[in-house]
């Protein structure tokens, strides 16, 4: 069994900023690709950013140059600071990882319980 457990979420001021964490545990051979998502009231989920096992990093337009994400391999967590918040970027943020279990080498998608980020103008 393997989880994701994010931290970090709350309520800040329009041009704050936030740091979300998410921790992956359990029986875990390899993580991939690691992400955040966010879904806001009435909306359908959509990816905030992305990074590869070896660094790469994809981000949506909406949050390009504000916000930055990053991993710790050998924790198996994946971070992601949030600057210059605006209201619209208020969501429950859910992290998402690719996981690799061992023995059978299967590949999981995982979700987190997610975390709510309310941005207030």
């Known amino acids: 069994q393997v989880q994701l457990v994010e931290s970090g979420g709350g309520l800040v001021q329009a041009g704050g900023s936030l740091r979300l964490s998410c921790a992956a545990s359990?029986?875990?051979?390899?993580?991939?690709?690691m992400g955040w998502y966010r879904q806001a009231p009435g909306k359908q989920r959509e990816l905030v950013a992305t990074i590869t096992g070896g660094g790469t990093t994809n981000y949506a337009a909406s949050v390009k140059g504000r916000f930055a994400i990053s991993r710790d391999n050998a924790k198996n967590t994946v971070s992601l600071q949030m600057n210059s918040l605006k209201p619209e970027d208020t969501a429950v943020y859910y992290c998402?990882?690719?996981?690799?279990?061992?023995?059978?080498?299967?590949?999981?998608?995982?979700w987190g319980q997610g975390t709510l980020v309310t941005v207030s103008s």
């Open positions: 359990g029986s875990i051979f390899m993580i991939n690709a």
């Open positions: 998402n990882a690719q996981i690799i279990v061992p023995l059978v080498l299967t590949s999981l998608e995982v």
